[in-house]
């Protein structure tokens, strides 16, 4: 009677697993591919930030057509071969290294943008674009194949193919745990940080300016609010979403390595495997979606009904010119606070206005990223 339920257990733990993994490629490729498509027919989205999303966007792909089958053969015992078995795991570890690399890329770009604003089109020029899309794929692709090159456990033969059987958990953990996912999220977490500090003194300082001219709350301050307040929302969500993708694999393996008498139960095993494949799944919903210029464009080859796009080309030239204005009643205020500033601190704290100021130009930068 145990044997039976051990066995419907462990059938139901498969057939929710595959579920999963056939769901979560569909959905990774169907998702990541429209963005591909969105930023390939607009050629004003031709700019050096989408050449980072549509590199991720094409690991990904790769995630939700190689990966997801790959996992899944494995899974099954899937080649019987010793080599094949190594080979097919590595290739489950490359894309999904270069996956993770783009994001660590991309949160590297935010931060130039909010850290260098008046210098970033010299700085992230496309050629250097393209270099970086580039070393993402080499860099994932000789940290893919070290179990080929010997990273591995010794060669034996095997008859159902399993993933620790022929992959060492030092390797899982010092490489791709602590090297990539950790290094990652590490750089994600200090990049928004920052940004995060930045929108919030672009909030004060617009609180500040309001005080010092006497001015009441009006719509285009309260939508500037809003706008802040979703950008700190939204670079929460990220590390949310990435962390909890990616840190329960990483966990188990450190768990498994360090302690010789845990176990888990299989069950948690694929759940852990199948979060950090959907992460694949989640990123054009975060980090492309987000930006209204690629989610405008995509609605638009979605629907492309001539009702629809008139009705959408009103709206953009509405809102493009509520920015126009909101930028210019920003400007003006802050001329106002410059000149407050100057005629009450000229004498005492120079270098502490132009400090100030600059930093209100930053924060500026920091709601036109998202």
Known sequence: MLEQETSLNLNLNDSLYLSAEIMIGILTVCGNSLVLLTVYSSQNLHSTSNMFLCNLAAADICVGMFVAPSAMLTHYGIPSN????????????????????????IAADRFIAIRLPFEYQRVVSMNRVQTVNITVWVVSIILGIFPMIGWRHPPKEIQF??????????YMVYIQFFGVVLTSFTAMLVSNVYIFTVVRKHIQQIESIRDVLGLQPDQNF??????????AKS?????????????PIGILNTALLYCDGCSFSPSMILMATSLSHANSFV???????????????????????????????????????????????RIKSSHSLVQTTCTASLATERDSESKGYAEYNLGEVSTTIF
Not at 222 to 231: C, V
Not at 236 to 246: I, T
Request: charged fraction near 15%.
């Open 82 to 105: 010793y080599y094949g078995c190594v080979f097919l795991n590595c290739i489950v570890i490359t894309f999904c290294d270069a996956s993770i690399l783009m994001l660590l890329v």
């Open 161 to 170: 193919c399993s993933f620790k059987d022929v992959t060492k958990l030092e």
């Open 222 to 231: 309260q939508r500037s609010y809003i706008r802040d307040l979703k950008t």
């Open 283 to 329: 990123n054009p919903l975060l980090y492309s979606t987000s930006n209204s210029s690629i989610r405008h464009a995509m609605w638009k080859l979605l629907f492309s009904d001539k009702d629809l796009e008139t009705k959408q080309s009103s709206l953009e030239f509405i809102s493009r010119m509520q920015t126009l204005h909101h930028n210019s009643a």
């Open 235 to 247: 670079l929460a969500l990220m590390l949310v979403v990435f962390s909890h993708c990616w840190l």
